[in-house]
């Protein structure tokens, strides 16, 4: 963990003697020097895998850490327990969807609102906000070559997208939601799975849907392909999991074991042979494709597991979020039975592995105030040495394993809670909230920043056109606009051509024809008109010659020959106008002098003279 500078040379006047705005700084995962490190001492797996200084519980020992590829066979060193950074944008929406970029350098959300967002993946911040659907996003998913990547929203839309989120195509996937999607070994295909009942097969090249795998009775929930088969499974409402072939559009089996909404399935990437599935009953479960049956059964969650997530390094590293913000790390090899019940035997160990229960596997680590809504979804950097999770609570968290020699982090509020961590002094409400309040304004900062980086081009107005009085035309080398016919200016020397009728009451040319056949010679009776007007329930009209009631002529308005001047109107002490009947001792501002003479004076003198 280091440190980035953020404004420390506030006090010295900055780099070039100008003033630098003081913020605090911003600790940093840089997960470079570790890299460095293990591959500087690293050697044959064969011959021990590593020849460097050995970890130990020391905080002196911290530049000692290994990344989880230096130890493959020690998945309990990668477990996350500490809380590294909260991140939240300015307008908050539900995140519903968490990706790391392939390269591990930002975290892609996706909110609720139909926005992605980037964070930088080392200190965490705000980098850039862009609106990408224009209702909720459900599904994203990276191509295995990292050159693409497809979302999925609730109004069935899919969208392509390149790495710099420039967006290729559109096209309606489903008409009903899509709740999540996968690509194919090669890329060359996706499946997605919607509201309606179905998954759906789109070629990518061409966007379109070549298959639909029917079966389940409710809403498909979830799919995943598997990462080198042509496999395909689904999770649906209806309590069952279907693993499909996309090739003949069969349902290969259905796995029975839940009793409830299936909420995520996914296959694990490292050896591919296991599966995990996780529902609304409480419990996950962990099935074996060799054996078509389940060989785990993760216990421990209070309320609904809301999602999954494996370890990109680690094959026995599984983590769920739950319905309430808990935060579960399971290792599949290591029981973790509560003391006073009996010990599982694992389905591999029985004399007869089909007919065996599966074994019950507790966390072995729990947090249980992650967040304090929701887990919509979970994510692990490509090193696995952080993972990210995005709540109903608008929140996006990073967490990664402590460091040697820390011993609070079990102590803080994620564990034990606000207000155990307050009576143990390990959390301060007050001082929480203002520090909160600081990573809220620094945030709001670095977005302003990111969008300033971004050099967006400014809304410019509409093109000028020759003849329009008050609009110039831009002196940048763009010829001029065709000329408007009918209307001409003195200082263009183009020469407007005739309108092609005439204008009515202009040039001779008769003047437009009155509606319902009225006379000009012979006007209407005002008497007449006031009469009908009070049957209706309608207030009478002015007199002739008189303004309504309650108008307010503009400022230089010179009233038409035989009208009455209205009167002047009476200002209250102070240059505010007052009410005329004075119910409501309301007060009225004056209308504010124009600010265009000050802002010629100013830039005269040398001052705002810069377009932002």
């Known amino acids: 963990m280091s440190f980035e500078p953020r404004g420390d040379q506030a006090a010295q006047g900055g780099h070039d003697g100008g003033f630098v705005r003081a913020r605090g700084r911003r600790p940093v995962t840089d997960y470079g020097s570790t890299l460095a490190h293990w591959m500087r001492n690293r050697e044959p797996r064969f011959k021990g895998g590593f020849k460097g200084e050995a970890e130990r519980p020391s905080a002196s020992y911290i530049v000692d850490m290994l990344p989880p590829l230096a130890r493959v066979t020690n998945p309990a060193d990668s477990v996350p327990t ?69 979302s999925a929203d609730h109004d069935g839309i899919i969208k392509y997208w390149q790495p710099n989120f420039n967006n290729l195509q559109v096209i309606q996937g489903h008409t009903d939601p899509i ?25 990518f090249s061409g966007g379109v849907s070549e298959s639909t795998l029917q ?25 069952l999991v279907k693993l499909w072939d996309p090739r003949t559009q069969r349902c290969l089996t259905t796995l029975h074991g839940h009793k409830n909404t299936i909420t995520k399935t996914l296959f694990e990437r490292v050896m ?63 029981p973790n039975t509560p003391a006073g019940q009996a010990i599982s035997t694992a389905v591999y160990e029985s004399p007869d592995p089909l007919t065996a229960p599966a074994q019950s596997i507790y966390p072995t680590h729990k947090i249980p105030f992650a967040h304090d809504f ?30 040697p020699g820390e011993t609070d982090i079990f102590q803080d509020r994620y564990h034990i809670g606000e207000a155990a961590a307050e009576a143990q002094g390990t959390w301060d409400r007050r001082n929480n909230r ?29 093109s000028a056109f020759p003849g329009l009085p008050g609009l110039s035309l831009p002196i940048n080398g763009i010829p001029p606009p065709p000329p408007i016919p009918g209307v001409s200016s003195a200082p263009t020397s183009v020469t407007a051509p005739p309108l ?21 010679t012979n006007p209407a009776d005002f008497a007449k008109i006031a009469e009908l007007m009070q049957k209706a329930g309608l207030p009478p009209p002015p007199p002739p010659g008189m303004l309504p009631p309650g108008f307010i002529p503009p400022p230089n308005f010179a009233a038409p020959a035989g009208f009455i001047p209205p009167p002047p109107p009476v200002f209250a002490s102070g240059g505010v106008d007052m009410q005329a009947d004075g119910s409501n001792n309301g007060r009225r501002r004056a209308p504010l002098p124009s600010q265009e003479e000050s802002l010629r004076m100013e830039q005269k003198r040398g001052n705002y003279t810069r377009v932002r």
């Not at 705000?126 to 191509?143: C, G, K, N, P, W």
């Not at 999540?180 to 179905?198: I, Q």
């Not at 042979?273 to 216990?299: E, K, P």
Request: hydrophobic residues 35%; glycine residues 8%; charged residues 25%.
């Open 82 to 150: 500490k809380h590294l950074h909260s991140s939240l944008n300015k307008i908050k929406h539900p995140v519903n969807v968490v990706r790391w970029t392939p390269e591990g350098r930002r975290l892609l959300t996706a909110s609720s609102s139909g926005e992605f967002t980037l964070w930088n993946g080392t200190g965490f911040n705000f980098e850039t906000i862009m609106q990408a659907h224009d209702v909720a996003i459900r599904a994203l998913a990276y191509s295995h070559s990292d050159d693409w990547l497809i």
């Open 179 to 203: 709740r999540d999607l996968a690509f194919s070994p090669n890329d060359s295909k996706f499946v997605t799975a919607s509201d309606d009942s179905t998954l759906k097969i789109f070629d």
């Open 215 to 239: 079966g389940h009775g409710w809403d498909a929930k979830s799919c995943d392909w598997h990462p080198t088969k042509g496999l395909i499974v689904s999770g649906s409402k209806d309590h």
């Open 272 to 334: 591919g042979h296991c599966l995990a599935t996780s529902a609304r009953d409480q419990t996950a479960r962990i099935f074996d494709i060799r054996m078509m049956r389940d060989i785990c059964l993760l216990r421990g969650h209070e309320k609904d597991i809301s999602t999954i997530a494996w370890h990109p390094i680690h094959p026995n590293l599984l983590s769920t979020g739950g319905s309430e913000g808990s935060l579960f790390h399971y290792l599949l090899d290591e």
């Open 374 to 403: 929701a887990i919509w979804s979970l994510d692990w950097h490509p090193l696995g040495h952080i993972l990210a999770s995005g709540s109903n609570d608008r929140i996006t968290r990073f967490w990664s394993r402590g460091r």
């Open 434 to 462: 203002n520090r909160r309040q600081e990573e809220e304004a620094q945030e709001l900062a670095d977005e302003e920043e990111g969008l300033v980086d971004q050099k967006m081009p400014l809304k410019q107005p509409i």
């Open 500 to 520: 092609p009728f005439p204008i009515p009451g202009a040039a001779g040319a008769p003047p437009l024809p009155l509606p319902g056949g009225l006379d000009p």
